[in-house]
């Protein structure tokens, strides 16, 4: 054990008697605490959830908790009600609000002082990797044993959401597991970033490139990240460093088919935006600042390429083509996470296992939708995914101890 830990078990010993005396703060059912990615960013589900409270629940006081001093500006500039985090008035939402929406973790906002909060965790994708207790780095060694004794931290047991929301019932048995809660904590409500298919709002960026290039067919590629970079020391994963990628013959592709193709990456892997001035100008490698909402963007993309990545399962309900791109499958499956469901048979769409078979499927045009995955996968295809975890919520708050 290294002498960070030893300090941090320090720390985690003297709060304590602090947390538990938390149970005993009244709470405001109609007070909601919202927040995402630690705190670092105003995305995701959250968001959703957040901008729908305001425009449609005047009983529902909601504030937005945030680590970031750029969203705090933006927020409270456009008089949305907001606080740092970790500051007095922060803190003292966290000790009175009744109920914390999550995208990632209880850290997403201050999760230090949520003892006796409602968590409604929203995710920030269904899974396909192991998660929670079920990912590989969670050993049940020495070290996670003592964590387990402080329910502040992420991965304590005495940590667990009160509900969860999900796209179907094929993933309660993985909620089960990672999270260790039961059905009845599980709302198949849909995804509320999910809404955003099923509204006609288009982001800028979308506007500007059909204007400039003629309506191009937009392709968005996003990968997933890499555990083995975290677990085994390997580089961050680069899908245009090898794989038979040409960047001049990729660019002749675009140019050719009249294509636009833009590349998100994982923010855990290799950030590659230098290599954009390469591809020509129908090769984009997007950043947040591009854009609004990701999600917004993504509505109006007429192909997704991806690999083990929830997004799949998102795009899904936008009944548009799919091309599956697992370049490093062998190395993927030796090295990374394991998957809940079998890659072959769950996930759906026409493969390429390097560039050169992925750009004869752009140019042949054999890509296509895969109609059974969306049946099998999402009960709910109606962008109302917010609205029923609202109302869930809100009935909830009827049986609420204060």
Known sequence: MNNLFIVNLVRDLLFLPVWYRQKWNRRDPNLWIFGSWVGNSYSDNSRNVYEYVLENCPQIKAVWLTNNQSVYSKLSESGKPVAMMYSKQGIDYCKKAGYAFLTQSPKDVNHWYINGIRQIWLWHGMPLKKVGFDHPMYKNAVKDRIRELFPFNNHAKADRPH???SISDKWNPVFNTAFHIGQDQILISGLPRNDVFFEKAQEKLITKINQSFGNPVKILYMPTFRDYSQLYGKEPFN?????????????????QENLFFMYKGHYVDLKISKLKQDYGNRFLVLDDTMYQDMYTLIKDV??????????????????KPVILAPFDYKDYMASSRDFYFDYDTTIQGVRAYNWQELSQIIREKRYYFPADALDALHLHKDGLSTKRIVDAVIKDSESFNI
Do not use: Q, V
């Open 163 to 165: 509900f969860f929301a």
């Open 239 to 255: 899908p245009f460093n090898g794989f038979g990628f040409d960047a001049g013959g990729f660019r002749e592709l675009l140019e």
């Open 302 to 319: 007429d192909i997704l390429i991806t690999d083990y990545s929830s997004i799949y399962f998102d795009y899904l309900l936008l009944r």
